[in-house]
C-alpha cells in the first residue's frame, strides 16, 4: 500500500492505494487533512432606487465598484464618468452612453459585479 497527498480545488485529501490488486474494491475513502476554508458571501447588490431607465448601461466585465459619481436624478452628457469598476488591478471609467438623467444606481461602492450586471440607467 501507499499513500499520496492529493489537492483538489484547493482540498487536500490522504489517499491509501493498495498495489497489485487484481480484483473490485470498494472505492477508497479520502479524508480531508485540512478543512476548505469557507467561501466569503458575495457582497449585496445596491436596489434599484427609482423606476428603471430606458437606458440600461452593463458592466462590461466581472469586477468591485470602486466608487459611483452620479447620483439618481444627475443630468449627465455623453461621456462623462458615472460609475468606476476595478477589474484586474485596474480602474475602468464606466461613462453614460447618451445624454439624459440618471434614473437608477444598481450597484454601491464596495459591491462586485459580473459582466452583464446594470450598473445604472438613464432617461
Known amino acids: 500500500m501507499k499513500n499520496y497527498t492529493i489537492t483538489v480545488n ?3 485529501y490522504e489517499v491509501t492505494v493498495e498495489e ?4 473490485a474494491s470498494p472505492a477508497p475513502k479520502a479524508a ?5 476554508a469557507p467561501k466569503a458571501a458575495p457582497a449585496k ?4 432606487v427609482g423606476a428603471q431607465g430606458a ?3 452593463n458592466s462590461p466585465m466581472p469586477g468591485k465598484i470602486l466608487a459611483v459619481k452620479a ?3 444627475t443630468a449627465v452628457k455623453r461621456g462623462q464618468v458615472v460609475v468606476i469598476l476595478e477589474a484586474m ?5 464606466i461613462v453614460a452612453s447618451q445624454d439624459g438623467t440618471i434614473a437608477t444606481v444598481d450597484v454601491a461602492v464596495g459591491s462586485s ?6 450598473l445604472f440607467t438613464l432617461n
Open 10 to 12: 484547493g482540498n487536500v
Open 20 to 23: 497489485g490488486f487484481s480484483g
Open 89 to 93: 488591478k485596474m480602474e475602468n471609467e
Open 113 to 118: 459585479v459580473e459582466a452583464g450586471d446594470v
Open 55 to 57: 437606458v440600461k448601461v
Open 45 to 48: 447588490k445596491a436596489a434599484p
Open 32 to 36: 480531508p487533512k485540512a478543512a476548505p
Open 71 to 73: 447620483n439618481v436624478g
